[in-house]
């Protein structure tokens, strides 16, 4: 199982454009200048592109049983030092003017989900996604991994697949892949599908035909 990081450092760039319906994006991009906008722009095209390539080399296979899933299967939330889990690391990254107590829980700070460009003020609105559920990646290959294997998968701060986002849209997104859900904000779309690619596309997973196309169109909007 790879763990390359080939398309990361473009889509995360490319996402500062594509998340144009959240305000606290705008509020980074506002004063920007046009060469920098252009730059930007140029980022995005590499990233669908190679996005594009890269569900090419995904294997194309029906869905696998759920069979012996469980979230328990996939430790979450694990120990990442000076008293943070994985939830309160990125609640810390994908927030504004966050501060937390001695045990590294919030207590103030803002949240704008690039699913719906809505802000939180209290993090119990807010639900750490996974691009791919769980449930998805066991469809599609994780079922074969080691414990330790999800582990990683489940916690991986180096990639795309940890998102601070609104709790019910997270949770009408459920177990869905692009075929079935995508994030109510059109805008974000394009950069939806590249972090699924790349998620993927890393770990090796498969994807169905018809997740295929919903990719595909996604891209379309890049």
């Known amino acids: 199982m790879r763990k390359s990081t080939t398309l990361r450092a473009i889509a995360i760039t490319a996402s500062v454009l594509l ?15 046009d060469s920098s906008t252009t730059a ?17 080399e995904l ?17 979450h939330w694990s120990n990442q030092g000076e008293g943070c889990n994985t939830r309160e690391v990125v609640l810390k990254r994908d927030g504004d003017g966050v501060k937390v107590d001695d045990k590294c829980r919030p207590t103030t700070g803002s949240w704008t989900s690039p699913y719906d460009g809505e802000t939180w003020t209290d993090p119990s609105d807010v639900d750490i996604d996974h691009v791919v559920p769980l449930a998805e990646a066991w469809r599609s290959g994780a ?4 414990d330790d294997e999800r582990e990683q998968f489940a916690n991986d701060l ?23 859900w995508r994030p109510p904000l059109e805008s974000y779309w394009c950069t939806y599908a590249i972090y699924w690619i790349d998620v993927k596309h890393t770990w090796e997973l498969t994807v169905e035909e018809d997740e295929k196309v919903a990719l595909k169109d996604m891209l379309d909007r890049c």
Do not use: H, I
Not at 143 to 146: E, F, Y
């Open 19 to 33: 998340l144009g319906g959240c305000a606290a994006v705008k509020d980074r991009v506002e004063g920007a200048t």
């Open 40 to 56: 930007t722009s140029g980022a995005e095209t590499d990233a669908a592109d190679t996005a594009r390539r890269q569900l090419d």
């Open 59 to 75: 294997k194309v296979a029906p869905d696998g049983p759920m069979d012996g899933y469980s979230r328990d299967r996939f430790p």
């Open 143 to 146: 079922s074969t991994w080691t």
């Open 158 to 180: 180096d990639g795309v697949n940890l998102l601070a986002v609104t709790d019910r849209v997270n949770q009408a997104k459920g177990d869905k892949g692009p075929e079935s």
